[in-house]
């Protein structure tokens, strides 16, 4: 079977360089981290709507938030928030409640998020000392701002100082600190000190400690946090589950909101699990930065990137899958756009079957075995969760736990689907061939498959090139079946990956004959077929009314090499009944003599097209008189479609080649 080629999992294919094949994780620009802050203390500075919205989002995710902002300052949003349970008067702890947002035009709620998706930075001094908190150094080394953010706000805090006239000994060691060694990249160190003295002095005046205000409680336990640029979570839909399915992990606690009426001082870090602000100066926020650093608690001041050690990113929320995505602030528009296409593949249901999920995990491992058997009862339970949008019902548990039974006493036989790959964009794939690709312990697939195809499968499957081209060294279709019906008996899941759609022209009647000779389960994917695409392509319709009465897909590749022996010329010969030939490259001159033979008109349109969808996309139409100088002219090293008919008329209309006497031109 001098054919058959294993494939590494991260297989060089054609137009990839080494150094990609190579690499098992691309670049990251922050690293997202999920931690839960149920029940943990917050420590958020100011008043603003900015800060209101950080406060719901992390009352969302269960957190205590202590607000530190005299109540004149408090903006309206803020105001609603304390005083809408209890009123103005009463004390100020106030559970949170869904909020109606408008972004945009439409309403949002808040729901309550399993946790959020915290960017961190990974570059650093490892060798330094860690800071008194839970999480590993987060900045690019203890307690300093990025040198590049820093450089471009330092400009702004150096001209509030001066036009302060603010002078003066270096008294404050959270802002002095910070403004020398920002200067210290850029400026003379005499310049540096006295902005230091001049931000100490600002600190005593614009930001002034309340050091008797109550100090958070530091036994609170400590957990890494998780949170993402500012994005509305998405809506969340309720889950429809019985009294006992819902996994207590997954019962949303509500946060709570605790409003301390001064202003943050350095003792309103304390216990605190991370620290935010809303600042309105570059001073305030160098003061805050080195406040939570001292204290060592992680620190965000909104909208001022350079005093960050994490960032907020846009979040899909079907808590308890929370998803986070994250442009490293560059293009938070962009974020926004990703996030609403996800929005879209996630059904509001999701949530629903999340927490079942929960609720199952330990039954199901106390009945099934490690590997394939769980594997294999997690693949049905997502096969489940997106047939349709809809919600668990109240016998869900009881079906799948029976399901699970079932999978543990039975024989262990693999399965094997078949699966239509398309013409080679990843982007036509289905949803449910992508998910049969990522469960696959095995994949055979074909030349034609393309790499963007085979990027979407498990990374952890056995990949073998069984390829089959015409007119090259090809693996039997015999060796293929004994292959596949190999690793099924050996309770593998099997992906017989195969360009366009499986059950045409594809070998699918002989391999599933095989399969089911064995007693082996099969299935199948349909994918599109490459007819469709290059009608997609073309813009035209195969079947357009005006032209066309009926379509047929004619393979001009027998299995003796030539065209077959059973095809009815006469029928296929009138221009009303739209055509497309398969694998007719080498026949072309065979296909055209024999259409003219039957009486079809040498002015028939005709369009050709090769590597349908792909970036070698090549196509060209014209008469049926010109098909076979068409062919030699573009080659028949790449897969070739040949259409005939007056559905084509547009094609050729749209003057894709040029003839002028010898010259022949092809537009790719």
């Known amino acids: 079977m001098p054919a058959i080629h294993s494939q590494p999992n991260e297989a060089t294919r054609p137009g990839r360089s080494d150094r990609r094949a190579l690499e098992r994780m691309a670049p990251l620009a922050k690293l997202p981290v999920f931690w839960s802050l149920e029940g943990k203390p917050v420590l958020l500075a100011g008043g603003t709507e900015g800060a209101a919205w950080k406060a719901e989002l992390l ?12 109540a004149a300052e408090l903006g309206e949003t803020f105001r609603t928030l304390i005083t809408e349970r209890h009123g103005a008067d009463s004390p100020l702890a106030v559970r949170a409640s869904p909020r109606v947002e408008v972004v945009e035009g439409e ?3 808040i729901e309550p998020l399993a946790s959020l998706g915290m960017e961190i930075e990974g570059k650093g001094d490892a060798g330094g000392s860690l800071p008194p908190s839970v999480l590993p150094d987060i900045s690019p080394s203890r307690g300093e701002i990025d040198p590049a953010a820093a450089a471009r706000a330092i400009v702004g805090v150096e001209d509030e100082v001066a036009s302060a006239g603010l002078r003066g000994r270096l008294e404050s060691k959270a802002i002095g600190a910070t403004a020398s060694r920002l200067l210290a990249i850029n400026d003379p160190p005499e310049r540096a000190h006295d902005l230091g003295r001049s931000a100490a002095k600002a600190q ?3 930001v002034q400690p309340n050091l008797a205000a109550p100090a958070v409680d530091r036994s609170a336990g400590r957990q890494p946090i998780s949170l993402p640029e500012g994005e509305m979570p998405g809506r969340a839909a309720e889950g429809v589950l019985t009294q006992g399915q819902r996994h207590e992990s997954t019962t949303a606690r509500r946060g709570t909101l605790h409003h301390h009426d001064a202003p943050w001082s350095p003792a309103s870090f304390a216990g605190a699990s991370l620290a935010l602000a809303d600042c309105e100066t570059d001073l305030e926020a160098l003061a805050f930065h080195d406040a939570a650093v001292e204290a060592g608690v992680p620190v965000n001041v909104i909208d001022k990137p350079a005093f960050c050690q994490f960032q907020f990113g846009s979040i899909v929320n079907r808590s308890p899958v929370v998803v986070s995505i994250s442009t490293d602030g560059a293009a938070p528009i962009l974020g926004q756009a990703i996030r609403r296409r996800i929005e879209t593949l996630l059904p509001p249901a999701l949530k629903g079957w999340a927490e079942l999920a929960h609720a199952l995990r330990d039954r199901v491992n106390a009945l099934l075995a490690p590997g394939s058997e769980r594997r294999n009862f997690w693949e049905r339970f997502v096969d489940h969760t997106f047939a349709g949008n809809r919600e668990p019902g109240e016998d869900a548990a009881e079906r799948l736990l029976a399901d699970a039974g079932r999978i543990s006493a039975a ?3 693999g399965r094997v689907t078949l699966v239509g790959a398309g013409p080679g964009d990843a982007e036509l794939l289905t949803l449910k061939a992508v998910r049969a690709l990522q469960a696959a312990d ?30 090259r060294t090809s693996c039997r279709q015999e060796d293929i079946n004994a292959i596949m019906v190999g690793f099924a008996k050996a309770g593998k899941r099997v992906v017989r990956l195969k360009s366009g759609d499986p059950m045409i022209f594809g070998r699918a009647g002989e391999e599933i004959a095989r399969l089911e000779a064995e007693g082996i389960p099969v299935d199948v994917v349909p994918g599109i077929t490459s007819a469709s695409a290059m009608a997609a392509r073309l813009g035209i319709s195969l079947t357009h ?36 030939f398969y694998m007719g490259g080498r026949t072309a001159p065979k296909i055209q003599a024999a259409l003219i033979a039957a009486g079809m008109p040498t002015t028939t349109p005709v369009a050709i097209m090769t590597s ?10 014209g008469p049926l008189l010109d098909l076979s100088d068409a062919v030699a002219a573009i080659g028949v090293d790449e897969p070739i479609l040949i259409g005939v008919g007056n559905a084509f008329l547009k094609a050729s209309s749209q003057g894709v080649v040029h003839l002028s006497g010898d010259a022949f031109s092809v537009a790719i």
């Open 107 to 109: 309403p949002r709620h």
């Open 59 to 70: 009352m969302a995710c269960g957190a205590d938030v202590h607000v530190w902002c005299p």
């Open 612 to 621: 349908v969808s792909r970036d070698n996309e090549r196509r060209w139409s």
């Open 545 to 580: 009314r005006d032209h066309a009465q009926s379509v047929r897909f004619v393979t001009g590749h027998s299995r003796h090499g030539d065209l077959p022996d059973t095809i009815d010329w006469n029928g296929l010969s009138d221009p009303a009944v739209t055509t497309v």
């Open 204 to 206: 005593s005046t614009k």
């Open 411 to 413: 024989a262990r036989t």
């Open 442 to 471: 095995v994949i055979l697939f074909d030349d034609l498959v393309s790499a963007e195809v085979l990027e979407l499968a498990r990374r952890e499957a056995k990949r073998m090139l069984v390829g089959k081209r015409g007119g």
